[in-house]
């Protein structure tokens, strides 16, 4: 009799927890709807603010950025590491973290690091790396544009420019597969598709250095935010695919119990409808 309690209390708690895992799969294919419906607006965005800073660039080419273009004989480099705000995204975090800590030993000393999102600050504060000047634990769509502004000021008032920036993140390359990028935001590269070839005739209403200035600034903040709208996209998909997976095993496992919950209740019946018929004889 216990064990048939036993296996009953099974199948409640298989139950719960694939109520629990369908309720996450829901939230996160929802949550991912809405980012798609963002992905082309910003995109364009992305792209318009791109296109506007090389064409200004290539209109005054004298014009040096000293935070995209940075130069100096000590090297400062900063690494930007993108987690995610929850768990239970298969391996979204791990593959990550595991590539991430290989790069690590590569880095020299002087690095400083941002990171960004739960699991990555936790990622971090477990390597006891003493060099992160900024985190932020909450990430999420809401504050997206926050954090990209946050860290647009960080690199563009620091003392001492950062000769070099990478964002270490993952990447949605279809809905079933997401990979982890190394993006180098800083220095700005110089094969830059959108430049022109011919020099624009532009009438500047104020100074090019400060129209430039200006423009870097967005440029930055959209490449930044770009990136942090990749990171979220494909972290609700790798959350749906987990989460689609353990409902999946829910669903076997709880067919499995409940057979075997039945054949045992079938035996006892068995053993004692027996037991009687024995005992009237």
């Known amino acids: 009799m216990s064990?048939?309690?036993q296996i009953r209390q099974r199948i409640k708690a298989i139950q719960?927890?694939?109520?629990?895992?369908?309720?996450?799969?829901?939230?996160?294919?929802?949550?991912?709807?809405?980012?798609?419906?963002?992905?082309?607006?910003?995109?364009?965005?992305?792209?318009?603010?791109?296109?506007?800073?090389?064409?200004?660039?290539?209109?005054?080419?004298?014009?040096?950025?000293?935070?995209?273009?940075?130069?100096?004989?000590?090297?400062?480099?900063?690494?930007?590491?993108?987690?995610?705000?929850?768990?239970?995204?298969?391996?979204?975090?791990?593959?990550?973290?595991?590539?991430?800590?290989?790069?690590?030993?590569?880095?020299?000393?002087?690095?400083?690091?941002?990171?960004?999102?739960?699991?990555?600050?936790?990622?971090?504060?477990?390597m006891n790396q003493s060099t992160v000047i900024s985190a932020f634990p909450t990430f999420t769509n809401s504050n997206r544009s926050t954090i990209a502004h946050s860290i647009g000021q960080l690199l563009t008032t620091a003392v001492q420019p950062y000769t070099k920036v990478t964002v270490v993140s993952n990447r949605l390359k279809t809905f079933f597969v997401q990979k982890p990028s190394f993006s180098t935001i800083i220095p700005l590269a110089n094969n830059e598709p959108h430049a022109q070839k011919?020099?624009?005739?532009?009438?500047?209403?104020?100074?090019?250095?400060?129209?430039?200035?200006?423009?870097?600034?967005?440029?930055?903040?959209?490449?930044?935010?770009?990136?942090?709208?990749?990171?979220?996209?494909?972290?609700?998909?790798?959350?749906?695919?987990?989460?689609?997976?353990?409902?999946?095993n829910a669903e076997s496992l709880l067919e499995i119990t409940k057979l075997r919950y039945n054949k045992l209740r079938q035996a006892k019946i068995t053993k004692e409808l027996t037991e009687l018929s024995g005992s009237n004889l």
């Open 16 to 126: 719960t927890i694939k109520k629990i895992t369908h309720a996450m799969r829901l939230i996160s294919m929802s949550a991912h709807s809405r980012l798609k419906h963002k992905e082309e607006p910003l995109r364009l965005y992305d792209g318009s603010i791109h296109r506007l800073f090389y064409k200004a660039t290539t209109a005054y080419p004298t014009w040096k950025s000293p935070i995209l273009q940075a130069s100096g004989s000590d090297e400062r480099p900063l690494v930007i590491l993108i987690g995610s705000q929850k768990g239970l995204c298969g391996s979204f975090n791990s593959t990550l973290f595991s590539l991430f800590k290989k790069k690590l030993k590569t880095y020299p000393p002087s690095t400083h690091y941002v990171t960004i999102g739960k699991k990555a600050v936790d990622f971090m504060h477990s």
């Open 198 to 248: 011919h020099i624009p005739d532009y009438l500047w209403e104020h100074t090019p250095e400060r129209v430039l200035e200006h423009l870097s600034h967005l440029y930055l903040e959209s490449t930044l935010e770009h990136l942090l709208f990749e990171s979220l996209f494909a972290e609700h998909a790798a959350r749906f695919i987990s989460m689609d997976t353990a409902t999946r």
């Open 3 to 5: 064990q048939l309690v």
